[in-house]
């Protein structure tokens, strides 16, 4: 039997939350829960060594209400803030989930830790019910069937040592990604793919808001 | 001036609903309207040739209820029940909309038919926030940012002439798709794209049920 993996996990809450403009996400209630008391009970569960990036001025308090957690003031981007998490990440393994994602399932943090291991890399995707189109200048590029597209989702999980050189390969190419996965294909790493949750939904509008209530209020009840 | 077209406006909602389980979608009520109803006043608002396909036993009640309608018991797929709203077309131009997606705004609908006239083919393509993997086998075979990424979406706006064509180039072929925006892309069309609306969600699941509740409440406000 391999000797259990131990997990540092990794958690970006240093967005201020622009486009809901309910402040930062990080705070916002879900049922009676902020996003990220979810995300963090989240990572307990697999994690003895959490860290969390917040907006600046809210790492003094959120330090004092998760005193077991490293509190780290996020970068100037999503990218960033993952590296400066990663510098502080003990383990020889990383999970990584966003706070904007706090319904995601237990069980969908284990699914993608376990395929992590065959290539040191894996990540959610979610299914999608229509094709996509690719588009360029208003024209259809290319499109793809519902049945092989999928929606970049999280956890993510890798061996630490290959997210540093994918963000080292980042540095050297002047890359500057949206997700944390593209950076890691870029490098060459082969991501496995785990089918992920549709109720695990991201939350940027105040629609996904609404939706989250929905959701969080059918799954506490159950 | 040109002369102002004239619209056949079809829906297809000849679906049996299994995955939600309650029945056929076209008679779900979203905020006290029927799904149905919700189409019809669209179609309403542009074509006075409206042309629905519906579950077999339902066309007599359907019928019925929306006199001024042509109704059309629906063929076993989505595209053959298409395919049978085309043939009962009276004007040269036709727009096609799901009964699925009882949400969309009149503006889109107007968009989606000033756009057609350029290349004589146009639908509405859903924005993403999320970048989108290509995967087969479990693994990501490409990807893309989420800035030239969209879902299909409705309505789509075509000359009848120019979808004709596409169906006679599918028979010929064999060919199956899940979307008439395929079939159209692969007889060589060039398909313009119209930025569609969140909110014109496709209702398939019990959790799309209750988001499009949530967007009916708050529309029907408004």
């Known amino acids: 039997m391999p000797e259990r993996r131990k997990w540092s996990f990794l958690i ?3 967005g201020d939350g622009i486009r809901l403009g309910l402040g930062p996400k990080a705070f916002l209630e879900i ?3 902020t996003m990220l008391a979810r995300v963090m009970a989240n990572a307990a569960a697999i994690s003895g060594d959490v860290v969390v990036g917040v907006p600046a001025g809210d790492a003094e308090a959120v330090a004092a209400a998760y005193p077991d957690a490293a509190i780290v003031a996020g970068g100037g981007t999503r990218q960033e803030t993952i590296e400066k998490l990663l510098e502080r990440a003990r383990h020889t393994w990383v ?3 966003d706070v904007a994602r706090p319904l995601c399932s237990p069980a969908l943090i284990e699914a993608v830790a376990e395929k992590s291991i065959e290539t040191g890399a894996a990540a ?9 189109a690719i588009v360029e200048g208003g024209r259809i590029k290319a499109h793809y069937g ?3 597209a999928r929606l970049f989702q999280s956890p993510l999980a890798f061996r630490a040592d290959l997210l540093r050189q994918a963000y080292r390969d980042a540095h050297a190419a002047g890359r500057l990604a949206q997700s944390t996965v593209e950076l890691v294909v870029a490098s060459g790493y082969d991501v496995r793919v785990v ?3 549709r109720t695990n939904i991201k939350i940027t ?11 969080a209020a059918r799954a506490d009840d159950a």
Do not use: N, W, Y
């Not at 959610?124 to 996509?132: E, G, I």
């Not at 509008?205 to 959701?215: K, N």
């Open 12 to 14: 970006p809450a240093a």
């Open 31 to 33: 049922a009676g829960k």
């Open 95 to 97: 999970m990584i989930h």
């Open 124 to 132: 959610a995707f979610c299914p999608v019910d229509v094709p996509v």
């Open 146 to 148: 519902a049945r092989e």
């Open 195 to 197: 089918e992920g949750e």
């Open 205 to 215: 509008t105040d629609l996904d808001l609404a939706l989250a209530q929905v959701i």
